[in-house]
């Protein structure tokens, strides 16, 4: 009904930078909710999924502490399309990036909740 797809992840020396776009398609009528969430290369578990950036409803932001002032989190509602503006990048910030979206599919109220299969990002010390 609803796919968010991940792009933009690579391999970056620290100091560099790199845009993430988690973009949605389907049956979308409005994001109203996504965060970008990081996990360790090589641990499947969903639960050890770490928020690094929200942006949610009224247009407020949230930021893991590790990325204040170095993340940027934004929104083209045109495009349906969730970015992830990474500067400043350190080793400790490599790992899969995920998004996860609260998606309007119509304009009653009807949403989807679900996972991108995320973009790896690696940074070179």
């Known amino acids: 009904q609803v796919q968010l797809v991940e792009s933009g992840g690579g391999l970056v020396q620290a100091g560099g930078s790199l845009r993430l776009s988690c973009a949605a398609s389907g049956s979308v009528f409005s994001i109203n909710e996504l965060g970008w969430y990081r996990q360790a290369l090589g641990d499947q578990r969903v639960e050890q999924r770490e928020l690094v950036a929200e942006l949610l409803s009224g247009g407020r932001t949230n930021y893991a502490d590790s990325v204040k002032g170095r993340f940027t989190i934004s929104r083209d509602n045109a495009k349906n399309t969730v970015y992830l503006q990474m500067n400043s990048l350190k080793p400790e910030d490599a790992g899969v990036y995920y998004c996860?979206?609260?998606?309007?599919?119509?304009?009653?109220?009807?949403?989807?909740w679900g996972w991108g299969q995320g973009t790896q990002v690696a940074v070179s010390s």
């Open positions: 996860n979206g609260l998606i309007a599919t119509d304009s009653l109220g009807s949403t989807w």
